[in-house]
């Protein structure tokens, strides 16, 4: 069996489970706006038979917080085009990876038990202008602690970051994004 998709413009890319099941998961920019896109899937059996749906995804609203950050004169610099353009386009190409094996094994596990103190989605307002969101989740924790790999996988990258968010006034990390799995 054969399965085809595609979501708005993009083509939506499948990994097949053990059982034979055909699975696509697609990401809806956290700033997106509310509007109808277009979904269409066409399924085609070993004997050539074929199988269409066209209907739509509706993007709704998230129910999300908004975090107003202020930085040193010296942080605010990180938030100069030039840096935060290439910084940007770097992520894009690690998140689009797609392998067609699913690389994990088990239920992704929690990295490190903590309060939350920064949701995924949060509005992110520098000088009184929301200009991003939160692509991530942070749990407090103290230098030295423990975290584990969320599962099995493979990373994709590990490097240091320019980034507002790898630390602010801080010293600047080093963060491993994307377990290549399917986008």
Not at 53 to 76: K, N
Request: proline share 5%; glycine share 10%; hydrophobic share 35%.
């Amino acid at each position: 069996m054969q399965v085809t998709a595609s979501l708005a413009d993009g083509e939506l890319h499948f990994v097949r489970t053990d059982e034979g099941d055909a699975t696509a998961l697609v990401g809806i920019h956290a700033l997106a706006s509310t509007e109808s896109l277009p979904l269409t899937v066409e399924v085609t059996a070993e004997d050539g038979q074929r199988l269409s749906l066209a209907t739509t995804v509706e993007v709704i609203s998230g129910d999300y917080g908004e975090e107003v950050i202020h930085f040193s004169e010296e942080t605010s610099k990180l938030l100069d085009p030039t840096i935060t353009e290439p910084e940007n386009a770097l992520m894009g190409e690690v998140w689009e990876t797609f392998t067609p094996e699913i690389l994990w094994t088990d239920a992704f596990q929690w990295p490190v038990e903590g309060p939350f103190t920064s949701y995924f989605g949060t509005r992110r307002s520098y000088d009184g202008r929301i200009s991003s969101y939160h692509a991530g989740l942070d749990i407090d924790g103290e230098t030295g602690d423990p975290v584990l790999a969320a599962a099995d996988g493979v990373v994709v990258m590990v490097r240091p970051c320019k980034c507002v968010a790898s630390g602010g006034d801080r010293p600047r990390g080093r963060r491993a994004d994307r377990l290549l799995s399917p986008r």
